[in-house]
């Protein structure tokens, strides 16, 4: 078992120094060598550790487990063999919602909405209450992403970090409380206080400070090192200040944060229904979409009332403050 994690650590890095597209020298070769002889050892002693922390009986359940999944492989591969021309290997999908990077895993609050299609890659904490939508991207690899809570980072959405750059410093993202992210931004390096507006497709360099109660405008680029002032408009390519915030438009960026958490609940709801719930509310739907109460009444049948949609109390915001 440890000669397959040291091998997962030989392909693991060599993938990451291709990717680096390092031209190696003899001194670059020794450094690299030094460097996978560390990261062996480390996987080693994690290895140590959980298996002291397992007990007898759990490396005993996880020995046997793990023989299966050997022999359930094995079997795949003879069947796939037998077909001959006939069959279709396709890739697995390794797809992971949350991923380490070496030693660093994300930190996800149990109360925030991560999307199935989401990654969030690292050194990433994500703070109570805040939803990452479907297809974004946090990468906290060289460097860590810190967002706090009731804060929604929207569909296709990218986030990353900066270990360096013409300045020289050391830059990572920081996303306050209560922050709207638009759709497909990109947040690289940069810091955001509570309760800003990045809109749509904008895109935000390293450096780039936005205060509290501001706003970038939707498909806005904004230079690096630039500060966004509290109540400020800023739009363009290069983004440029624009107008003063008005007051409801202040309301409304608070406003946007909260009606994007209470969705995010829904949703949650949803992504965690098992497949029986998911099968019997389609009988439902197709027992009551084929007749309508008008055509019913004409025949005289009365029928069950159809299943009310229930949502999270905080949804029906009005209500909730009637009940109180």
């Keep these: 078992m440890v ?16 990717f680096r597209s390092f031209t190696f020298s003899a001194e670059k070769k020794k450094i690299t060598s030094k460097l996978l002889l560390k990261y062996k050892k480390k996987i080693i002693s994690i290895n140590l550790k959980k298996k002291k ?14 023989w299966i999944r050997e022999t359930g492989q094995a079997l795949d591969r003879l069947g796939c063999r037998l077909q001959g021309n006939y069959y279709f290997q396709e890739q697995l999908s390794r797809h992971r919602t949350l991923m380490n990077i070496f030693d660093k895993a994300p930190v996800v609050d149990r109360d925030a909405f991560v999307a199935p299609s989401a990654s969030i890659i690292g050194d990433v904490q994500v703070g109570r209450g805040s939803s990452i939508w479907y297809g974004c991207v946090l990468r906290g690899d060289v460097n860590s992403i810190n967002i706090g809570s009731g804060t929604n980072i929207q569909d296709n959405s990218l986030v990353h970090v900066a270990k360096s750059n013409l300045s020289g410093k050391v ?3 920081i996303i306050g409380s209560n922050v709207t992210v638009g759709h497909s931004a990109v947040l690289h390096g940069c810091t955001v206080e509570d309760e800003a507006f990045v ?23 904004v230079r690096q ?4 002032p509290c109540g400020e408009v800023w739009g363009g390519n290069p983004a440029k200040f624009l107008r003063k915030l008005t007051e409801e438009e202040m309301a409304f960026i608070s406003q946007s944060a909260l009606n994007y ?34 055509y ?29």
């Design 171 to 173: 830059l990572p993202t």
């Design 53 to 66: 922390k397992m007990g007898t009986l759990g490396k005993a359940i996880y020995t046997v487990g793990f």
């Design 225 to 228: 090192n630039t500060r966004i």
């Design 199 to 221: 809109g749509m497709g904008a895109a935000l360099l390293d450096g780039v400070y936005v205060e509290k109660h501001a706003m970038v405008a939707a498909g806005a680029l």
């Design 3 to 18: 000669a397959d994690f040291l091998d997962a650590a030989d392909s693991s890095l060599s993938i990451f120094l291709q």
């Design 296 to 324: 019913d009444s004409m025949l005289g049948v009365v029928r069950e009332t159809p299943p009310e949609l229930i949502l999270p109390d905080n949804v029906l915001a009005d209500k909730v403050a009637k009940t109180a």
């Design 261 to 294: 958490s209470n969705l995010a609940q829904v949703h949650a709801a949803e992504n965690a229904k098992s497949f029986d719930e998911i099968e019997f509310e389609k009988v439902l739907r197709k027992k009551f979409a084929r007749r309508d109460e008008e």
